[in-house]
């Protein structure tokens, strides 16, 4: 293990801020799941049901917005990518309090769909900041800002619920989102190699990249010196997803499993804790949580190889089933230390792989997909784990996602494996 590694990426000043600006900005994203839960079912009058269902609604949009706000970064550039999510972060939500059911799951897919797309262009930016070789390091230190963020996030929505209201804490959170945009394009990290403020390859190096890219690729990449060109290029290759392949899908995979098991673990400590009429415990349990998060993340970026991220979900998925036994805030916290030590890892080893795995000119897109892909997963949990709650208990909302996402872990490994033994076949002539 490594851990100078960590030093000496926060050496560097612009990666030391990116990490900073990172956080702050995760903070009302980390505080509006639980925020909107709590609106829907105390303010609303509904079930963990229907809770799940606005978060679903907020991650569909997530999820189809992701990959072309991606394409957007890859196209015009960081700054004016953003400036429909900060105008609709303030628009959407200060209008969504005061809606109906059926309303507020429209206006929550459209704040989904515009929502500032932090977790992937942070990533997109890491990946050309440091050295290829640093990359595992520096997502894992995102990663562990990540969980301090959800150290602090969900507490503060639970305390903006219970001394304001939840309708004043839903707009709060959409400004605090906007002015997270406005930081975002103020630092304005790099997000393409040759960027002021991006780790600058060997000559060599990117023209050995440029041969092994597809001719199509190749004709992408070489066009992204004219936006004008880009625009043509994208009428004719948007439905090209030259890219994908079977160990881009199962990377895939493993995300939408890791937000799965996230969102559905959300909802499930709300409804315990509720049961238990111990709601403004939930820092105890989150604290514990996150902590475990962040120490599986530093030892994990400090390894010199990396782990398959579909192993390690599923060991996090089966480790989360147990926490449905808890009952009450001190026993829920200690069963959530074994499945939040893989947490970080799990989240860090695919963003690795994506990076590795996918050509610069189209990793924007690709961090969309695979931010698609987590917020998917979290649209999938937060439903179903409502559904098995309001139906058997807390319980059955752990056991449900922890179930789903150890199957999708197992049906990532026999892909991989199938893929594996297809090229190790001789060729046939």
């Excluded at 801020?17 to 079912?41: D, F, K, N």
């Excluded at 079930?47 to 997530?62: K, P, S």
């Excluded at 989102?177 to 190699?193: E, H, I, Q």
């Excluded at 962040?294 to 010199?304: D, N, Q, R």
């Amino acid at each position: 293990m490594n851990f100078a590694g960590y030093r000496e990426l926060l050496s560097i000043a612009p990666v030391r801020r990116l990490l900073l600006v990172a956080m702050l900005a995760r903070i009302p994203h980390a505080a509006a799941g639980v925020l909107v839960t709590l609106h829907v079912v105390e303010t609303l009058n509904l079930g963990y049901g229907a809770a799940g269902g606005v978060a679903a609604a907020v991650t569909i949009g997530i999820a189809l917005g992701a990959p072309w706000r991606g394409r957007r970064v890859d196209l015009v550039g960081l700054r004016r990518a953003l400036v429909p999510s900060v105008i609709s972060e303030v628009v959407v939500w200060s209008v969504a309090p005061f809606l109906g059911y059926e309303l507020l799951l429209v206006a929550a897919v459209i704040g989904g769909l515009f929502s500032v797309p932090i977790f992937s262009v942070v990533r997109q930016a890491l990946g050309v900041m440091v050295a290829p070789a640093q990359r595992r390091t520096a997502y894992a230190l995102d990663s562990v800002g990540a969980e301090l963020t959800f150290m602090v996030g969900p507490a503060l929505g639970v305390l903006l619920s219970t001394t304001l209201h939840s309708v004043a804490g839903l707009i709060l959170i959409g400004a605090a989102s906007a002015v997270a945009g406005l930081f975002l394009m103020w630092f304005n990290p790099p997000t393409r190699t040759g960027q002021r403020g991006s780790y600058q390859q060997d000559v060599n190096d990117e023209l050995a990249s440029m041969e092994e890219l597809s001719p199509a690729e190749a004709a992408g990449s070489q066009s992204f010196a004219g936006a004008n060109v880009l625009g043509r290029l994208w009428g004719r290759t948007r439905g090209s997803l030259v890219w994908l392949n079977v160990a881009v899908i199962a990377v895939l995979g493993a995300s939408l499993g890791a937000g799965l098991v996230l969102s559905g673990t959300d909802v499930g400590i709300v409804a315990v804790l509720r049961n238990s009429d111990q709601i403004g415990s939930m820092g105890i349990v989150l604290v514990f949580w996150c902590a475990a998060s962040v120490v599986g993340g530093l030892i994990y970026g400090a390894l010199s190889r990396p782990v398959n991220p579909l192993w390690m979900l599923a060991a996090m998925a089966l480790l989360t089933i147990p926490m449905g036994f808890a009952t009450d805030a001190w026993s829920l916290a200690l069963l959530s230390i074994a499945p939040g030590l893989l947490c970080a890892p799990v989240l860090t080893s695919s963003a690795e792989r994506i990076a590795e795995l996918v050509a610069e000119q189209r990793r924007g897109e690709a961090m969309g997909w695979y931010g698609s892909s987590l917020t998917l997963g979290s649209a999938i949990g937060a439903p179903f784990g409502g559904m098995m709650i309001d139906i058997v208990g807390p319980w059955g909302g752990f056991t449900t996602v922890g179930i789903l996402a150890a199957a999708l872990a197992l049906a990532g490994l026999v892909a991989q494996a199938f893929r594996r033994r297809s090229l190790s076949r001789p060729a046939l002539t």
